[in-house]
């Protein structure tokens, strides 16, 4: 079956730390990769997507992810955080020729000062 | 701002009523997604519509239905409430090129009681 799993619920990071979240997918094919944020009371906003060609992708806020392969894996990283990237953070897969998401369960990340 | 407007953006109404949520895509778009976000579901696909035309079906129930309007606009309708329907119901809409990506709105917090 189809899946996108997010492995951990909830991290907790101190301000200027790095961060790293994991997303594994189960797909018969290479699916489009996405990370979307989810703020307090807000919608959806992307940070970054892959599609194909380089593996690591640059998105916004200054966040990174790295597709590979052979491990399906699509974890986001920033190699600093600041107290407003507090958020809940969802990986999302969508196959070629389809264009509906389906969402991991998320990850809540807070930020201690 | 990420131009898909949702009203309203909060709705408690009692158990057996009928609501109606609606969606204005971003301009240009032709797709219009419903997504429906719950604690013990997380963010679930409910339906598509391309162009006034329903395109795709995911966990949407019976109770359930949307319908697009020739200006673009959604309306998600949702009858016979329950407890359970309580969540926040997002929209997305995107230009449906190959690599097009989702926009979300804000999202309608639902509360049934």
């Known amino acids: 079956a189809q899946s996108v799993t997010q492995p951990d619920i909830h991290i907790t990071v101190s301000e200027g730390a790095s961060l790293e979240l994991r997303c594994n997918y189960s797909?018969?094919?290479?699916?489009?990769l996405f990370w979307y944020v989810q703020s307090p009371g807000q919608g959806l906003q992307l940070l970054l997507k892959?599609?194909?060609?380089?593996?690591l992708v640059q998105g916004i806020k200054g966040f990174e992810a790295e597709f590979k392969r052979s491990q399906s894996s699509f974890n986001l990283r920033k190699p600093s955080v600041h107290w407003s990237d507090a958020a809940e953070y969802f990986c999302a897969v969508r196959v070629p020729n389809d264009y509906k998401l389906s969402f991991g369960a998320g990850t809540t990340v807070t930020v201690r000062a | 701002d990420s131009g898909v407007t949702q009203t309203p953006k909060h709705l408690i109404t009692a158990t057996g009523q009928r609501v109606t949520l609606r969606c204005s895509p971003r301009s240009g778009d032709l797709s219009v997604y419903w997504y429906q976000q719950s604690l013990d579901q997380g963010l679930q696909f409910l339906i598509q519509y391309y162009n006034g035309e329903e395109r795709a079906k995911g966990n949407i129930l019976e109770r359930f239905s949307a319908q697009q309007f020739p200006d673009l606009h959604s309306e998600l309708n949702l009858s016979s409430l329950e407890l359970g329907d309580s969540a926040l119901y997002f929209c997305?809409?995107?230009?449906?090129?190959?690599?097009?990506?989702?926009?979300f709105g804000q999202g309608t917090r639902l509360t049934v009681v």
């Open positions: 997305a809409s995107s230009d449906d090129r190959a690599l097009g990506e989702a926009f």
């Open positions: 892959y599609f194909s060609g380089d593996t």
């Open positions: 797909y018969g094919a290479t699916p489009y």
